[in-house]
């Protein structure tokens, strides 16, 4: 698998199948979409919302994080959750980072609204008691990604 990031903290060690809670604004096709990163198959998300994620599977957590040496800088994961001992945004970055990677493919189906909108529901049904503020976080990320070239573009025809 192609290395997408500059860290990865998790890799998944089985396969994880989450069911979608958002609905789709465009039926994907009837054999759902395959997600594929060259040669791997990172999983595979199905016309009734059920989206399976590939055991090798490599993520790097809540984003953005930097690796400085040997010190991890950036947004902090959470507490580990009593009953798994991973920690409360485990899920909710894993499937919020694969729907992320394959935004280009999911868009007609699944907009990037809805995608963090799941990634906020991943987090309340983890229990994870700061979801409003990551939430928060991922949707000012998401603008930013789509201004900062506007805005640069902008900057630099005004000469």
Avoid at 48 to 75: E, F, H
Wanted: aromatic share 14%; proline share 6%.
């Amino acid at each position: 698998m192609a290395k997408r990031r500059g860290v990865w903290k998790y890799r998944l060690d089985r396969i994880f199948t989450h069911q979608m809670a958002v609905a789709f604004v465009a039926p994907p096709p009837a054999d759902g979409l395959t997600l594929m990163d060259g040669e791997f198959v990172c999983g595979h998300l199905s016309p009734d919302g059920v989206l399976t994620i590939n055991a090798g599977y490599a993520w790097d957590g809540c984003s953005p994080k930097w690796r400085i040496g040997d010190v991890l800088i950036g947004t902090p994961d959470a507490a580990p959750d009593e009953d798994t001992g991973l920690s409360k945004t485990y899920y909710a970055s894993l499937v919020h980072d694969i729907l992320c990677q394959f935004e280009a493919v999911l868009t007609p189906h699944l907009p990037r609204y809805h995608i963090d909108t799941e990634f906020y529901y991943r987090l309340i049904t983890d229990k994870f008691g700061q979801a409003k503020l990551y939430y928060g976080a991922v949707r000012v990320f998401a603008w930013a990604r789509v201004l900062y070239p506007v805005l640069i573009g902008w900057w630099k025809r005004r000469g």
